[in-house]
T-cell receptor, first 113, second 112 residues
């Protein structure tokens, strides 16, 4: 049981490039989410999903897209990277969403130059 | 939407002393309040949580208290040890929402 797995762990992008951060979980959780962590800002919710085919916006969704085609996978896409998207990104999954424990992946450190 | 404020942003204590971190939330419908610990370079991990039907919960040296009227909750760590040094996050969630909203974090340093 690997839990929540994110790839890559580190990434450097040039401004304007696109990329996809991968997230997979093997706990059969319906609820998955993406957060970004910036110094002094805590963990801010980008997008979340309550099941395959269902996604919604969080606190800071601009510049990011998500989709959920399977229960296991929840990729985060940066369409045109900007320096303001330099951050550490965490994927999380939980059994029942906002009222149960969230299990986090190991994080992706993204730098946009 | 829900907003969670956390204080202080940094906290330095002597080993063996107690540490208290406080959070306030805005949405009275929130009923789930977890605390996460994040060690340097690691992922956040749940250390304790409390639900709105409980005023206090303890787990060894860690306790959380909840005041629903005032909409604030606190993390108490007693007999602090150097391995307690980390960033701690509070969060608020509710049954009717799929969102878990986090505070801005507290960096705790326990001095040997």
């Amino acid at each position: 049981n690997a839990g929540v797995t994110q790839t890559p762990k580190f990434q450097v992008l040039k401004t304007g490039q696109s990329m996809t951060l991968q997230c997979a979980q093997d706990m059969n959780h319906e609820y998955m989410s993406w957060y970004r962590q910036d110094p002094g800002m805590g963990l801010r919710l980008i997008h979340y999903s309550v099941g395959a085919g269902i996604t919604d916006q969080g606190e800071v969704p601009n510049g990011y897209n998500v989709s959920r085609s399977t229960t296991e996978d929840f990729p985060l896409r940066l369409l045109s990277a900007a320096p303001s998207q330099t951050s550490v990104y965490f994927c999380a999954s939980s059994y029942e969403g906002g009222n149960t424990e969230a299990f986090f992946g190991q994080g992706t450190r993204l730098t946009v130059v | 939407g829900e907003n969670v404020e956390q204080h202080p942003s940094t906290l330095s204590v002597q080993e063996g002393d107690s540490a208290v971190i406080k959070c306030t939330y805005s949405d009275s419908a929130s009923n789930y309040f977890p605390w996460y610990k994040q060690e340097l370079g690691k992922r956040p991990q749940l250390i304790i949580d409390i639900r709105s039907n409980v005023g206090e919960k303890k787990d060894q040296r860690i306790a959380v208290t909840l005041n629903k009227t005032a909409k604030h909750f606190s993390l108490h760590i007693t007999e602090t040890q150097p391995e307690d040094s980390a960033v701690y996050f509070c969060a608020a969630g509710m049954d009717s929402s799929y969102k878990l909203i986090f505070g801005s974090g507290t960096r705790l340093l326990v001095r040997p």
